[in-house]
């Protein structure tokens, strides 16, 4: 018998003498290898001590303020003889009553990849700290940006040719001079890739760093740090259409530093703080720009945005009336692009009243030096929405990960293959009852699915709907009575175009249409995709500017944005795509798609004839149950098995093992 300690919230709890508590350990399961696993007990009780009842603040008395929250799991671990067996979260189901008075509290335990979903919780994508990558919006960014890197930002932020509103075309006719038509054209600037046509992307691994910051955790991955995960890419395409122009709310704003003699005013803070019993009715300001140039004005009430209204060139007294106010309130003025994002210059001046005849000022006139906003772009307000887990998740499934704890917020993350292969080889015949053994046969699927979402932009809706089956997807049927086995990724995927020129031949231009078969915006689930490399074509395609005396600039370079990790044939070793699919850059289909490298080995295994699920018995000795890990391979006799999931009772080292012949 072994002795086991539980720690609730660093504080040892009361457990029942005779209480076996089963721990369920299992990564993948063959029964649904589509979902990742962490270690969980069965339920179990625990007494109603005094211990217990102050670690959970009397629970079962409905009457106490500020009792514990169940719905939220609290951090715990288990020791068996004094060492740690494993860390995770402990989950409370209920309490058992008996004649008035609590008996035993029903709890459960949860490694730490369940409480990794509990710390991501419904946080979202643009939750996250990006503001390392954020960068002014102009000529010189966004240029930069089209065929290498945005400086400062670590080789992380790209302007790839992607389209979110118009349906770009290649027509070298000297006369064709629709704006779609992105040829370069001297003396043209009202067709091509307008600057603000395009979009940001960001580095996967900006990504994955700032959840790992947020969180306080740390990814051991060896995956995450490849060179080919670094080439990954999530478009920031939050709304449908353009980044700014047209959109509602145009851009970020900032502060305007208003300034004032006026004691009652905060020169500090750059805002009209209410310090009397008197409330203000009203503001009204006066906004002077250099030149005719759209911008907005937003007044903030204790850093909720009240009102925002737009303009072009100066204006005279533009009111905005307020609501009752206390004092400790405040407001304040900030000052933010609009339409196009074009950067403004902007004096202004503000006045401060105590009702709507303007009788009693408040505040003195604030008026400050002429205040200069640049459109920036502000890249965590850009990213798609999405929730963080489901993020995790999409890749986990895309690239058939495994997750596993190894404490102290720190998580083991790989490909299950490399995974398996880090396992040890364990000897295990003489702790295993080898004289009775069930044998059965796995749990086969009649259909085999990948997918990604079922996207409606333009290429891809069409190619769904002339084949059955999305580009990249993959389909399988077998001759079996059985389940159908998906796995559907989060992510939008995207068939590519490399342009004809309709006046002469294909180009050497790729690019992406987020557009619907009807030419409108498509938004879709997040976009990511491959930077293959940076392409010097011979095709000159026209970059319209934001400011200068020439507009239309000639451009021959681009990033290839791409479903495969390399930008010539000869070079690709990976594709986005479940199946094979042909590029349509390289012109030609690649084998090494995610089914392939990722998933293949596991299915093929499935699948085998000779694979077989055993199901023993045996007793561990402790140094066997602290060293034992999922990926380990058991030796029993003279076969090799993989550990499919197990049953391990902590009190007496009893163990139930599903197994699976390695094959």
Same mark, same amino acid.
């Given at each position: 018998?072994?002795?086991?300690?539980?720690?609730?919230?660093?504080?040892?709890?009361?457990?029942?003498?005779?209480?076996?508590?089963?721990?369920n350990?299992?990564?993948?399961?063959i029964k649904?290898?589509?979902?990742?696993?962490?270690?969980f007990?069965?339920?179990?009780?625990?007494p109603?001590?005094?211990?217990?009842?102050?670690?959970?603040?009397?629970?079962?008395n409905v009457?106490i303020?500020g009792g514990?929250?169940?719905?939220?799991?609290t951090?715990?671990?288990i020791?068996v003889?004094?060492?740690?067996?494993?860390?995770?979260?402990?989950e409370?189901?209920g309490?058992?009553m008996?004649?008035g008075e609590?008996?035993?509290?029903?709890?459960g335990f949860?490694?730490n990849v369940?409480?990794?979903?509990?710390?991501f919780?419904?946080?979202?994508?643009?939750d996250?700290?990006?503001?390392?990558?954020?960068?002014?919006?102009?000529?010189?960014?966004?240029?930069?940006?089209?065929?290498?890197?945005?400086?400062?930002t670590?080789?992380?932020?790209?302007?790839?040719?992607?389209?979110?509103?118009?349906?770009?075309?290649?027509?070298?006719?000297?006369?064709?001079?629709?704006?779609?038509?992105?040829?370069y054209?001297?003396?043209?600037?009202?067709?091509?890739?307008?600057?603000?046509?395009?979009?940001?992307?960001?580095?996967?691994?900006?990504i994955?760093?700032?959840?790992?910051?947020?969180y306080?955790?740390?990814?051991?991955s060896?995956f995450?740090?490849?060179?080919?995960f670094?080439k990954?890419?999530?478009?920031?395409?939050?709304?449908?259409?353009?980044?700014?122009?047209?959109?509602?709310?145009?851009?970020?704003?900032?502060?305007?530093?208003?300034?004032?003699?006026?004691?009652?005013?905060d020169s500090?803070?750059h805002?009209?703080?209410?310090?009397?019993?008197?409330?203000?009715a009203?503001?009204?300001y006066?906004?002077?720009?250099?030149?005719?140039t759209?911008?907005?004005?937003?007044?903030?009430?204790?850093?909720?945005?009240?009102?925002?209204?737009?303009?072009?060139?100066?204006?005279?007294?533009?009111?905005?009336?307020?609501?009752t106010l206390s004092?400790?309130?405040y407001?304040?003025?900030?000052?933010? $692009?609009?339409? +196009?994002?074009? @950067?403004?210059t902007?004096?202004?001046?503000a006045?401060? /009243?105590? %009702?709507?005849?303007?009788? &009693?000022?408040?505040?003195?006139?604030?008026?400050?030096?002429a205040?200069?906003?640049?459109?920036?772009?502000?890249?965590?307000?850009?990213?798609?929405?999405?929730?963080?887990?489901d993020?995790?998740g999409?890749?986990v499934r895309?690239?058939?990960l495994v997750?596993?704890?190894?404490?102290?917020?720190k998580?083991?993350?790989e $490909?299950l293959? +490399?995974?398996? @292969?880090?396992g040890?080889?364990?000897?295990?015949?003489? /702790?295993? %009852?080898t004289e009775?053994? &069930?044998?059965g046969?796995p749990?086969?699927?009649?259909?085999?699915?990948?997918?990604?979402?079922?996207?409606?932009?333009?290429?891809?809706?069409?190619?769904?709907?002339?084949?059955?089956?999305?580009?990249g997807?993959?389909?399988a049927?077998?001759?079996?009575?059985?389940?159908?086995?998906e796995v559907e990724?989060?992510?939008?995927?995207?068939?590519?175009?490399?342009?004809?020129?309709?006046?002469?031949?294909?180009?050497?231009?790729?690019?992406?249409?987020?557009? &619907?078969?009807?030419i409108?915006?498509?938004?879709?689930?997040?976009?990511?995709?491959?930077?293959?490399?940076?392409i010097?074509g011979?095709?000159?395609?026209?970059?319209?500017?934001?400011?200068?005396?020439?507009?239309?600039?000639?451009?021959?370079?681009?990033?290839?944005?791409?479903?495969?990790?390399?930008?010539?044939?000869e070079?690709?070793?990976k594709?986005?795509?479940?199946g094979?699919?042909?590029?349509?850059?390289?012109l030609?289909?690649?084998?090494t798609g995610?089914?392939?490298?990722?998933?293949?080995?596991y299915?093929?295994?499935?699948?085998?004839?000779?694979?077989?699920?055993?199901?023993?018995?045996?007793?561990?000795?402790?140094?066997l149950?602290l060293a034992?890990?999922?990926?380990?391979?058991?030796?029993?006799?003279?076969?090799?098995?993989?550990?499919?999931?197990?049953?391990l009772?902590?009190?007496?080292?009893?163990?139930?093992?599903?197994?699976?012949?390695?094959?």
């Open positions: 018998m072994y002795k086991v300690d539980l720690y609730i919230d660093g504080q040892r709890a009361d457990l029942f003498e005779d209480e076996n508590i089963e721990m350990l299992s990564v993948q399961n649904d290898i589509s979902k990742v696993f962490g270690d007990t069965n339920s179990f009780s625990i109603a001590s005094k211990v217990n009842n102050k670690i959970f603040k009397h629970y079962y009457d303020d514990y929250i169940s719905n939220l799991r951090d715990a671990f020791e003889n004094g060492n740690l067996f494993r860390a995770g979260v402990l409370l189901e309490v058992q008996k004649k609590p008996s035993s509290y029903n709890v949860y490694s369940t409480s990794l979903k509990d710390k919780g419904e946080d979202q994508l643009n996250l700290d990006l503001s390392a990558l954020d960068h002014t919006y102009n000529d010189t960014n966004i240029e930069a940006g089209l065929n290498s890197f945005i400086s400062g670590d080789s992380s932020i790209i302007y790839p040719l992607i389209s979110p509103v118009r349906n770009w075309f290649y027509d070298s006719t000297s006369s064709d001079n629709t704006p779609e038509n992105i040829w054209h001297n003396g043209h600037p009202e067709h091509g890739v307008f600057y603000y046509d395009l979009k940001p992307a960001v580095k996967l691994q900006k994955i760093d700032a959840i790992e910051t947020k306080g955790i740390e990814f051991q060896n995450f740090d490849s060179a080919d670094g990954l890419f999530m478009w920031c395409h939050r709304r449908a259409g353009y980044m700014f122009k047209g959109q509602a709310y145009g851009g970020p704003s900032e502060l305007i530093e208003l300034v004032s003699g006026d004691a009652t005013f500090t803070l805002r009209f703080p209410v310090t009397s019993t008197a409330n203000p009203l503001i009204s006066s906004p002077s720009a250099t030149a005719s759209n911008y907005r004005v937003d007044v903030f009430i204790n850093d909720e945005l009240f009102s925002s209204k737009k303009h072009t060139g100066s204006a005279t007294n533009v009111f905005v009336f307020l609501p004092v400790g309130d407001v304040d003025m900030r000052l933010a $692009p609009s339409g +196009d994002g074009v @950067a403004v902007v004096g202004m001046v006045n401060w /009243y105590a %009702d709507a005849a303007g009788t &009693t000022i408040l505040a003195a006139t604030a008026t400050p030096l205040t200069t906003t640049a459109g920036i772009v502000t890249i965590s307000d850009q990213m798609p929405e999405q929730k963080i887990s993020f995790i999409s890749l895309a690239f058939n997750i596993v704890p190894t404490g102290n917020g998580y083991d993350i $490909p293959d +490399d995974w398996y @292969a880090e040890s080889t364990r000897e295990v015949t003489e /702790y295993i %009852d009775e053994v &069930t044998i046969k749990s086969l699927y009649r259909r085999i699915s990948f997918s990604y979402n079922e996207t409606e932009a333009v290429l891809g809706e069409e190619y769904r709907l002339q084949n059955d089956i999305g580009y997807d993959l389909r049927d077998f001759a079996f009575d059985g389940e159908e086995f990724v989060g992510f939008d995927h995207m068939l590519f175009e490399r342009l004809d020129d309709l006046n002469n031949g294909i180009t050497t231009i790729n690019v992406g249409k987020s557009i &619907t078969r009807e409108e915006p498509y938004i879709g689930s997040p976009l990511i995709f491959y930077v293959a490399g940076q010097r011979t095709s000159p395609y026209a970059y319209i500017k934001m400011t200068g005396s020439t507009l239309e600039t000639r451009k021959t370079d681009f990033h290839l944005v791409s479903n495969v990790n390399n930008g010539t044939a070079t690709v070793t594709t986005l795509n479940f094979t699919e042909v590029d349509p850059y390289l030609q289909g690649f084998s995610l089914y392939n490298t990722y998933w293949k080995d299915i093929t295994d499935l699948y085998d004839r000779k694979r077989r699920v055993f199901q023993y018995s045996g007793q561990l000795p402790l140094g149950m034992l890990k999922i990926n380990d391979k058991l030796t029993i006799g003279e076969r090799n098995y993989i550990i499919n999931q197990m049953k009772n902590l009190t007496t080292g009893e163990a139930q093992l599903e197994l699976l012949n390695d094959v």
